[in-house]
């Protein structure tokens, strides 16, 4: 398996019109990848995979291991390679990534980031499952569970995707997190680092599926662009 491919189930598109068929297992995706960052049909909570385990977070910020019968409508997972980076100490999460993308001129390309430590304060979320008819993105970040934690250890990983990207997924950093106590994890809004290491991996390759057999994605109009930046602000 290539370690300078980024794969990715589905597309922020897709979830922002509503289209939350999943369609990977979890089965499936651990082929692809031994890290990764998703969500479960009908937005069911986060995911977050770490050296071969997936974690799921539900919407009560409890996090167990997905059964075989979780399947994505959006995921990226790649196959984990990493290089240290060096370490932070007392930045907010946004700088630390930012400066590593700029140090490395990393911009441009696909990229992830593995951040392991001590964190003064960490906020998460995560959203409760719907079925069909499923609410758009927007609605459905309205509902969403903020949980905050401070002095907290874990680990996070974040994908990095250049601009020119957004609406295939999130552009700048989509980051997951869980600690090591699984009492905080989910979709991460702020941070700040404390004292932890960072690890970088770049990636000359996205490939991408698409669920082409699915009759919602095959009746869809995915062209009007405005509603997946409204829903990736919103529930970013």
Not at 178 to 205: E, I, P, R, Y
Not at 217 to 224: E, S, Y
């Amino acid at each position: 398996m290539s370690k300078t491919t980024l794969f990715q189930v589905g597309t922020m598109q897709l979830l922002a019109n509503g289209l939350l068929d999943g369609t990977m297992s979890i089965h499936d995706l651990l082929q692809h990848g031994d890290f990764g960052i998703g969500t479960g049909q009908g937005l069911d909570g986060e995911l977050i995979i770490l050296d071969g385990q997936a974690y799921h977070t539900l919407v009560s910020g409890k996090s167990e291991t997905p059964d075989e019968s979780f399947s994505s409508p959006f995921t990226a997972a790649h196959h984990g390679d990493f290089q240290d980076f060096g370490t932070a100490e007392s930045a907010d999460l946004e700088v630390v990534l930012q400066n590593a993308i700029d140090k490395l001129q990393a911009q441009n390309q696909f990229a992830a980031f593995l951040v392991e430590g001590e964190f003064e304060t960490m906020t998460t979320r995560s959203a409760a499952g719907s079925q069909k008819p499923y609410p758009s993105l927007t609605e459905a970040a309205e509902k969403q569970q903020v949980f905050h934690g401070s002095k907290v250890s874990g680990r996070l990983l974040s994908y990095y995707a250049p601009a020119i990207y957004q609406g295939v997924t999130v552009a700048g950093f989509h980051s997951h997190f869980l600690s090591n106590d699984h009492d905080l994890a989910g979709h991460v809004l702020t941070g700040k680092v404390l004292s932890a290491t960072v690890k970088v991996q770049k990636f000359d390759t996205i490939e991408q599926v698409l669920p082409t057999e699915n009759p919602d994605f095959k009746a869809a109009d995915l062209t009007d662009l405005t509603m997946v930046h409204k829903a990736i602000e919103a529930a970013e």
